[in-house]
């Protein structure tokens, strides 16, 4: 390999001194997590794929990394059956017949049309060739391959079967790309027409996204919250309700890298499911307060917002009909401003008058209970708002003063995910532009596996940009650059074989300790130590062998000290832990 | 989605309590690693592609799990350029053009031949057009389009320019499913000949293996070793030699899932590179003896052997030219037997006399020191072997008493992998099957990098045999189960907010505490309780709240205790920190 080595864009390394200062946040968080009675889980990176699309919205189905199922090929009897070079006789009639029936239906009809059919066209062409179904195979198996290769042509999503149709085809003909080349030239160059052309390349296209959906199975997960719904559905036998965990693991997007955007990071996410005490809402604020208090954060803002307000609020302005875009628009606030907001809402076809309607309620802002005493108001007789108002004021009335004073009500937030039916929570800090933390409650997320009734809330702590806050503020305690405190010079192998002695007594004494492993040059060794940090750097020349002395250096003052091999161990431990 | 929910085969999800075992296991590892100097080092879980390629032989290639690039597409200039949509008039002749030429010689070679045609065939027919490309065009892009199409159509892989075409196809084709669908059918059933057929078959096999690596740029890391060899070389100018790092974090290999093989497993691994000193071999075995202490597993064997050995060996039977098929014979001793790898010897062409040499050298066990001497007898003259042995003597001397004891040296040890130079080290336990740690000395793996010089020499720990040991031994501690210390029942909204001050007191003094978020049942509350393993339920009816009092259930011995409020914490402090 001539080029230096790199890694895939938006993915990245840590060396020792961040890799310790992410264990530290961590590490707090963990122990914040485990205080009030939350548990560690863990899932796999790769879910199924079904598991995961359809769950984030359009641009999240593009965004989720798909794995090839390199090893996995099925091994099936339908796929050994028509395999085409072990192909029965009546099988092979029966796909050329039926073949033969619909190559000359679907060749009139692109002879008729230089552009794509209409889905009519398409639906009728289905219903002619199902109605002509050839009646010379009348086995079972013949019965499948029909009905395959109908799905196969007609599908918008290939079924499993189409899938084993394929793979018998692809597994048959491995290896041969010489003739591919062939084919794919005869195939895409002879065609003179554009439309025709057009129309293979759209061939190729799908072809893509069908060998993707084929080889690809599994993908790497997009977030915790659906893998802990999934598990949470398939353990339901095995947890206690409710369910209190953590989860710090690593999620995957395949979005376009840019400055404190990753592919690969972090999530921690704190969750209850199984309850829909409003006391779960005010404990996960108390959570959030805990841990960035432990972090050296403690000047965050809380923001809270309850969707059953932003709904009320669409309803009292005639909206209800357009909740959802008006959510998605609330949600670039940040972004697009005020003025923005109401000019997407209108591109969106809210009508103007609610529109502004809508915008004046979301200006109210300060004390959270001034604002819910103005908003209870002004929302008399609009159920849904009411019941979220009250549920805000339960959630405020149950979190201790000094908590309290960090919350903000911002009837701005929305979040774009559909799944929050209750509160909001989004955490702020005046030095950076984006939130570090956020969450809320959802009342059916592991319906989608099946199980209902299962309300939950929880939020996400954003490691990456907490890290990248906490380094421009100088947070991190000095304590994790050192991760060695003793180095012992290496004068040669006897004087190195006395001091792995000593080091082994440091180390049963809770001291990190190294023996240089080679008998290198001083400045060399010296220059090591100046590297990693260490506190105290241990000679022991042939001098002092004799003598079972060392000599200790103190590296930040420069102090030199002569002592005895046997009390070496007790003097680091009156120096250091005094 | 009707169907329960699963995860992917050989990919597994962790409950609270395994969590927590697992993070046992790994921070008591952490811990010993710390202790000698080593520091933390993350990757990402995506590599390039290229990176792992070609890393673990043929086998292991076939493992790696690839990741589709899906979110990835490129934009550049060409693309725009060539796009159907946007194809300027002189292009969309020449294309036309060459398609039409290339189209017609294509037609007549398949038309000659019902199989695939050579490759000589194929490479005159590359020559021809090559010579006969029209002259129409003749500015720059043209002529890149020309050299494009000749790519596409014969390299054996296609180049980047290819692929940018493929792309931009592609992408002016996206989303027009119906319309493939009609073109397959067409192109795919209209070829009545068997042998046409099958050469589209072909295609679409070399479709999907061409779209997987268009699609494909990244894979899931197959090991930490690979990617530590990359990280070492592109951060080399960060980074103190000899650098010491441990790295803990999963790896994926599509293998066939079976018991105790999974196909995402954590690895967790400990490396010193850039010194070719044998007290680092040492330190890594008094590494090895202190984790397993501290796991408990105190009674662990330490295998050595070394490759240089292994090499003299083969050589003083005269064997030098078959060193390759014999460590990877002898790699197979545990599962076939010494019949069987003398059966596979022969078999891989071996001549008997040597076979019968090695196998004789190979059966010499026991003492260390014992051995080495015999050893060192029969090799004399065999520089390479007398090597092995100096080496070996060394690090069994720069051992402790005690982490000696352990060490065994096995001749028989092999090891796979072939970037083995030295040492070899392979831990066992009497009551597991297989290896629970292993790992070796390597001369030049960042080589391969293009960073010579940097031997290294490290150990990988294998988590999950670990875990299935230590749990068939019950030797986890009873403290991981008990996740939460306290539990207040809930009586009621005012109850409950007592309750919350009272817990927030005792997580400030680090007793994890919750208050159950629900009114619920008394019988569903302690169900919870016994099920969480609470140590102290806390109760605190209407009549405890008007006296400042809670009832304290100690939930082992069934004692009950009326204590003041704001007394509890000293109660507790008492009872379980006395």
């Known amino acids: 390999m001539a080029n230096k080595p790199s890694i895939p864009k938006g993915t990245r390394d840590f060396l020792p001194e961040q890799s310790l200062r992410r264990e530290y946040i961590f590490d707090t968080a963990r122990m914040a997590f485990q205080l009030y009675g939350y548990q560690p889980i863990e899932t796999p990176a790769m879910e199924n794929l079904d598991t995961l699309m359809?769950?984030?919205?359009?641009?999240?189905?593009?965004?989720?990394?798909?794995?090839?199922?390199?090893?996995?090929?099925?091994?099936?009897?339908?796929?050994?059956?028509?395999?085409?070079?072990?192909?029965?006789?009546?099988?092979?009639?029966?796909?050329?017949?039926?073949?033969?029936?619909?190559?000359?239906?679907?060749?009139?009809?692109?002879?008729?049309?230089?552009?794509?059919?209409s889905k009519q066209v398409v639906d009728n062409l289905r219903i002619q060739i199902e109605e002509s179904k050839p009646d010379h195979i009348k086995d079972d198996l013949g019965v499948e391959i029909h009905k395959i290769l109908l799905e196969y042509l007609f599908d918008s999503r290939p079924t499993e079967k189409a899938n084993e149709l394929d793979e018998s085809l692809i597994q048959s003909y491995a290896g041969k790309p010489d003739a591919l080349k062939m084919v794919t030239a005869y195939l895409g160059f002879s065609m003179q027409s554009t439309g025709l052309r057009r129309l293979f390349a759209t061939a190729i296209t799908a072809f893509s996204d069908r060998i993707g959906m084929l080889l690809s199975e599994k993908a790497l997960r997009y977030d915790l919250t659906v893998p802990f719904a999934r598990f949470v559905v398939q353990h339901q036998n095995d947890l206690s309700f409710p369910f209190k965990r953590y989860q710090i693991q690593p999620v995957w997007r395949a979005d376009r890298p840019q400055r404190g955007r990753y592919r690969e990071f972090y999530q921690c996410d704190v969750d209850v499911i199984g309850s829909d005490s409003l006391l779960n809402e005010a404990e996960l604020i108390c959570i959030i307060s805990d841990v960035f208090n432990k972090l050296g954060l403690g000047d965050i803002s809380i923001r809270l917002n309850n969707r059953k307000i932003l709904s009320g609020i669409a309803e009292s302005?005639?909206?209800?009909?357009?909740?959802?875009?008006?959510?998605?628009?609330?949600?670039?606030l940040d972004k697009i401003g005020v003025d923005g907001v109401k000019e997407e809402m209108l591109k969106r076809g809210l009508p103007e008058q609610g529109v502004k309607k809508v915008l004046d309620h979301l200006k109210r802002k300060g004390d959270p209970d001034t604002v819910l005493r103005m908003l209870q108001g002004a929302m008399t007789g609009v159920e849904e708002a009411l019941r979220g108002i009250d549920e805000m004021k339960k959630v405020l009335k149950a979190l201790p003063a000094e908590v309290k004073s960090k919350v903000e009500i911002d009837l701005t937030l929305a979040r774009g995910l559909n799944y929050y039916t209750g509160a909001i929570i989004e955490v702020g800090h005046p030095e950076f532009p984006s939130s570090i933390c956020g969450g809320g409650r959802y009342d059916d997320l592991t319906g989608i596996f099946g199980l209902s009734n299962m309300s939950g809330v929880g939020v996400s702590f954003g490691a990456?940009?907490?890290?990248?806050?906490?380094?421009?503020?100088?947070?991190?305690?000095?304590?994790?650059?050192?991760?060695?405190?003793?180095?012992?010079?290496?004068?040669?192998?006897?004087?190195?074989?006395?001091?792995?002695?000593?080091?082994?007594?440091?180390?049963?004494?809770?001291?990190?300790?190294?023996v240089y492993p080679d008998e290198a040059k001083m400045k060399k060794q010296m220059k090591y130590a100046d590297a990693k940090g260490f506190a105290y750097t241990v000679m022991m020349g042939s001098e002092?062998?004799?003598?079972?002395?060392?000599?200790?250096?103190?590296?930040?003052?420069?102090?030199?000290?002569?002592v005895m091999q046997k009390d070496l161990c007790n003097f680091l431990i009156e120096k250091t832990r005094a």
Chains 1, 2 share one sequence.
């Open 464 to 514: 990456d940009r907490i890290y990248d806050l906490m380094e421009a503020k100088g947070l991190f305690p000095d304590s994790l650059k050192a991760a060695s405190e003793v180095l012992f010079v290496n004068f040669g192998s006897e004087e190195a074989e006395a001091c792995l002695r000593l080091a082994a007594e440091l180390r049963a004494n809770d001291f990190s300790a190294e």
């Open 544 to 562: 002092e062998l004799k003598n079972e002395q060392v000599q200790v250096k103190e590296m930040k003052s420069g102090d030199q000290f002569t």
């Open 317 to 332: 302005a005639g909206l209800s009909g357009y909740f959802q875009e008006m959510t998605v628009a609330i949600d670039k």
């Open 54 to 117: 359809g769950k984030y919205g359009e641009e999240g189905d593009r965004l989720i990394f798909k794995v090839l199922d390199s090893a996995d090929k099925p091994n099936r009897t339908i796929q050994k059956e028509i395999s085409p070079s072990n192909i029965s006789p009546v099988y092979e009639e029966y796909i050329s017949s039926i073949g033969a029936d619909i190559a000359q239906r679907v060749g009139t009809l692109l002879q008729s049309q230089d552009e794509n059919p």
